[in-house]
Each structure stands twice: as structure tokens, then as C-alpha cells.
């Protein structure tokens, strides 16, 4: 085979995405990726030679996007406050477009924590870790005292789980009458700016 072609190899790692999301590093199949991403399995195979190669691009990929959410609440050119509303805007555009990926990343965590634990070494820019801003915001009275601790777990809670338990709110929702649409989504989005708000009087 000649030179790898960027577009084909572009092609392969959404399908993996798709089916890793799915099925997870041990629930894939080579065959499924390849089927996916419309290719023949030799192919999948010269790209990447193995299964464990291909899930480690498409979870630091997916790693990189998520944290990359988080580099507003470093930005200190932002009153905290403000810093924290665009990051709430930030995730939930993100878990719109990926809306298994929470789920995707929760279960590879619990599988490998020390793979994660690595990637997130490398990926994570310290200035951007909201637990030591909190910290730093409550010593100068910037904002008033919390467990910062407390803070980022009900945060971190408020904007991950709707998209986790979406299928959940699809049935309940309808039985009664409603919909699990994007004005829901955006609802809750305000009523996690509420929480912030409510936090920083």
C-alpha cells in the first residue's frame, strides 16, 4: 500500500468514535469500525494495526475536546462568575454534539482510571482546575466562602447528568405529555446559571 491518506484515516476514527461510544474497548469489533466506516478490514488494519491503538486516538481525541471546554474558567481577564456561565455554554453545545460521550468516558474511566489518570497528565492545563481558582477566589473574598470541593462536584453533576440520563427523560417526559427537546436543554441549562448564581451572592 502507498501513503496514508489523511481523509480515510479521518473516516476510520469517526467510525471507531461511533462504535467505541456504543460498545466500548471491549464491545468493539474490528469488523464493526471497518463496516462503519465503509472500508475493508485490511485497510482498518494498515491504518491501525490494532484495536487497543485505534480506542487510544479516539478517547484522547475525545479527552482533548472535552477538556477543552474547561480552558474559559482559566481566563482570568473574566470575573469568575462570568468565566463559569460561558463554561456552563460551552459544555452543554459540547454534549449536544456528543451526547454519548459522558457516558463513553465514565465507563472507560471505571474500566482503566489509570489510563485516564495518564491522559489527563498530559491533556489538563493547571490553570484551568476550577477546585485551586475556587480556592484563590474565596482567600481574596472575590467570592463568598463554599467547599470548593462540593462546588465543582455539583456543578460538574448539574451539566453531565441530563445528557446521561436523557433516555430516561425521553420516556418519563413523554408518558406525561412532554418532550426531551432542546428548550429542555436549555432550561436546564438556565437552571444550572441559576445554581452559579445562587452560589455567588
Not at 475556587?134 to 448539574?158: C, G, R, T, W, Y
Request: proline share 5%.
Amino acid at each position: 500500500m502507498g501513503l496514508k491518506d489523511s481523509t480515510t484515516e479521518e473516516k476510520i476514527l469517526e467510525a471507531a468514535k461511533e462504535v467505541f461510544m456504543k460498545y466500548g474497548l471491549y464491545g468493539a469489533r474490528m469488523q464493526d469500525i471497518a463496516n462503519t466506516a465503509g472500508i475493508n478490514k485490511a485497510l482498518l488494519h494498515y491504518y491501525f494495526r490494532s484495536k487497543e491503538r485505534l480506542f487510544d486516538s479516539v478517547f484522547e481525541k475525545a479527552l482533548e475536546k472535552y477538556f477543552a471546554q474547561m480552558t474559559v474558567i482559566g481566563n482570568k481577564s473574566l470575573p469568575l462568575k462570568e468565566r463559569l456561565m460561558q463554561y456552563v455554554d460551552n459544555i452543554f453545545t459540547f454534549f449536544s454534539e456528543y451526547p454519548q460521550m459522558s457516558m463513553f468516558i465514565i465507563k472507560e474511566i471505571s474500566i482503566n482510571p489509570q489510563m485516564f489518570h495518564e491522559k489527563v497528565k498530559t491533556l489538563k492545563h493547571p490553570k484551568s482546575l476550577l477546585i485551586p481558582i475556587l480556592q484563590e477566589a474565596i482567600e481574596k473574598k472575590e467570592i463568598p466562602p463554599m467547599d470548593p470541593v462540593m462546588f465543582m462536584v455539583n456543578l460538574h453533576s448539574l451539566c453531565a447528568y441530563p445528557f446521561l440520563a436523557s433516555p430516561l427523560y425521553r420516556v418519563v417526559l413523554k408518558s406525561n405529555g412532554y418532550d426531551w427537546d432542546d428548550d429542555s436543554k436549555n432550561r436546564i441549562k438556565e437552571s444550572v446559571k441559576e445554581f452559579i448564581s445562587f452560589k455567588f451572592q
